[in-house]
């Protein structure tokens, strides 16, 4: 397996850790607790939802196929007034 090693320019704290936010510790812990396991896969984008919106699509594909369903009302809608 190949490493790879960045050196770093002007000052930074190599001591420092992750703000909480990126405890992944805590969020597996979470995640079990709340009946889901978090699998380690995380492109970067994430977002937080509401505990009543989360109630209702309780998985990340149902709630892409809803936000592409608004998409396409969306870009429907903007046909329809050019």
Known sequence: M?????ILEG????????AAEYDF???HRI?????REYQ?????????????????F???EAVNEALRTVIRVM???MKSAA
Request: aromatic share 2%; charged share 25%.
């Open 40 to 56: 380690g896969v995380f492109s970067g984008k994430g977002v937080r939802l509401a505990p009543d919106v989360a109630a209702v």
């Open 25 to 27: 510790a805590e969020m």
């Open 11 to 18: 000052e930074c704290d190599l001591t420092d850790d992750a």
């Open 75 to 77: 870009r429907q809608e």
């Open 31 to 35: 995640a079990k607790e709340q009946g």
């Open 58 to 60: 309780s998985t990340s």
């Open 2 to 6: 190949n490493h790879t090693i960045t």
